[in-house]
T-cell receptor, first 112, second 116 residues
Framework: AQSVTQPDIHITVSEGASLELRCNYSYGATPYLFWYVQSPGQGLQLLLKYFSGDTLVQGIKGFEAEFKRSQSSFNLRKPSVHWSDAAEYFCAVMEYGNKLVFGAGTILRVKS | KAGVTQTPRYLIKTRGQQVTLSCSPISGHRSVSWYQQTPGQGLQFLFEYFSETQRNKGNFPGRFSGRQFSNSRSEMNVSTLELGDSALYLC???????????????FGEGSRLTVL
């Protein structure tokens, strides 16, 4: 079965510092990969997705992610974090149809 | 363009009761998926409907069921509620339901169910 691992449950960064959230996946074929963000009491918002092509994907809010097949990774990055980025971030891989398999999530705290 | 709308947003039930949650997808979207989010199990796929047919189902007991109407609106029902059913239930809609043509799911804000 497909699986997604987000090794960091919590991450704290200072405002203005760079950010990298890790994601590793297990999937037999070429994966469709996603990063979603969830603020407290809210639904999930898509940050970016990877289907094929360029392995560096740009998303909304200044986020980017790099697909590395050799490492089975799809890490999310942002060069300068803002206090409003504090939220929970989920990495996901798509199985057949529209079934997403999510990682456990990483809670991002931003300190001023 | 209106997003995915879920009702009710919050509800409280007692064990043994049943509950029905509603989801209105983005206009034109024909695929609706449901997910359960709990602190212990995280985000788990319940089922997906496309053109009124259940195409995919997660690993949940038969107490969890759903349906989709001709206007693509969907409902999910949980019967004989248990304490462990307390969760945020998220609905997502997608333009395309077959294969991975777009793969982009748009989520609603969820229905938070508390079972006492």
């Amino acid at each position: 079965a497909q699986s997604v691992t987000q090794p960091d449950i919590h991450i704290t960064v200072s405002e203005g510092a760079s950010l990298e959230l890790r994601c590793n996946y297990s999937y037999g074929a070429t994966p469709y990969l996603f990063w979603y963000v969830q603020s407290p009491g809210q639904g999930l918002q898509l940050l970016l997705k990877y289907f094929s092509g360029d392995t560096l994907v740009q998303g909304i809010k200044g986020f980017e992610a790099e697909f590395k097949r050799s490492q089975s990774s799809f890490n999310l990055r942002k060069p300068s974090v803002h206090w409003s980025d504090a939220a929970e971030y989920f990495c996901a891989v798509m199985e057949y149809g529209n079934k997403l398999v999510f990682g456990a999530g990483t809670i991002l705290r931003v300190k001023s | 363009k209106a997003g995915v709308t879920q009702t009710p947003r919050y509800l409280i039930k007692t064990r043994g009761q049943q509950v029905t949650l509603s989801c209105s997808p983005i206009s034109g979207h024909r695929s609706v998926s449901w997910y359960q989010q709990t602190p212990g199990q995280g985000l788990q796929f319940l089922f997906e409907y496309f053109s009124e047919t259940q195409r995919n189902k997660g690993n949940f007991p038969g107490r969890f069921s759903g349906r989709q109407f001709s206007n693509s609106r969907s409902e999910m029902n949980v019967s004989t509620l248990e304490l462990g059913d307390s969760a945020l239930y998220l609905c997502a809609s997608s333009l395309v339901g077959r294969g991975m043509d777009t793969g982009e799911l748009f989520f609603g804000e969820g229905s938070r169910l508390t079972v006492l």
